[in-house]
């Protein structure tokens, strides 16, 4: 599994994980056993996998981490699951809809949003994401133009 931490090392406390084929499933518990890292992945040794097939099996699944195990966060900082879900206005308050997922492709994550204009991507960057409440369960974005 790709490996989205900045500090890969956490796995290194870790003595449970639990997986998930989609974020919003109902994840499975696994005992950690080891695990190392391989060309920018985790690969993870999981009590009562002992073969190929049975790992092959749990690829590609979102790896979780229970919340008291979790790296504290710097207050500008977010874990992928309390952003998905978060309802999406513009700074205009038009609503745009939900965030359905986080991509990782390389220098920031990008917001994917489903509503009522379809799917729409934003980089998750302060310039274009001012607001982010967690509480009230929204974020807000700066509509460029020609982004939707």
């Known amino acids: 599994m790709t490996i989205l931490s900045e500090d890969p090392t956490r796995f290194d406390r870790l003595t449970q994980v639990y997986l998930a084929p989609a974020i919003e ?22 009590a009562g996998v002992t073969d190929r097939n049975a ?10 981490v229970p919340r008291a195990q979790a790296l504290p966060l710097a207050p500008d900082e977010f874990y992928i699951c309390e952003l998905v879900g978060l309802e999406v206005e513009t700074t205009a308050g038009e609503h745009l809809g939900r965030v359905m997922d ?19 991507m934003v980089p998750f960057v302060a310039e274009w994401v001012p607001v982010v409440d967690l509480e009230a369960g929204r974020l807000v974005i700066e509509l460029l133009e020609g982004l939707l």
């Open 102 to 120: 986080v991509l990782s492709p390389g220098a920031h994550e990008v917001l994917v949003i489903h509503g009522p204009r379809g799917e729409t």
């Open 25 to 46: 499933a109902p994840p499975r518990a696994w005992e950690l056993v080891s695990w190392r890292p391989h060309k920018g992945q985790a690969l993870l040794c999981l």
């Open 55 to 64: 790992a092959e099996a749990l690829r590609d699944q979102w790896l979780l």
